[in-house]
């Protein structure tokens, strides 16, 4: 019997491969909205953060997701997606 691939994304936050099921994914739509997926099936394009305040936080201070969003992520946002991300 054939093992299931895992599959494994980065954390922009902590640079650490984990399963994409154990992170968020954060996406950003062809309309320019930047928002949080939790169902990972949004069309756009995505980066992946833990699932807690500390990897956000490091993500923040890196530019983590306008480097990898290829685009600028204002303050706003930032602060939506970490209070969506504290209240689980």
Avoid at 37 to 66: M, P, Q
């Amino acid at each position: 019997m054939q093992q299931q691939k895992i599959t494994m994304r980065m954390c922009v936050g902590c640079k650490e491969l984990k399963p994409k099921k154990e992170l968020l994914r954060v996406v950003a739509l062809s309309t320019g909205i930047i928002e949080l997926d939790r169902t990972g099936k949004k069309s756009g394009r995505g980066v992946y953060v833990c699932d807690n305040i500390e990897c956000f936080e490091k993500a923040y201070e890196s530019h983590g997701l306008e480097k990898s969003l290829k685009r600028p992520v204002s303050k706003e946002v930032y602060d939506s997606l970490k209070e969506q991300i504290e209240n689980g």
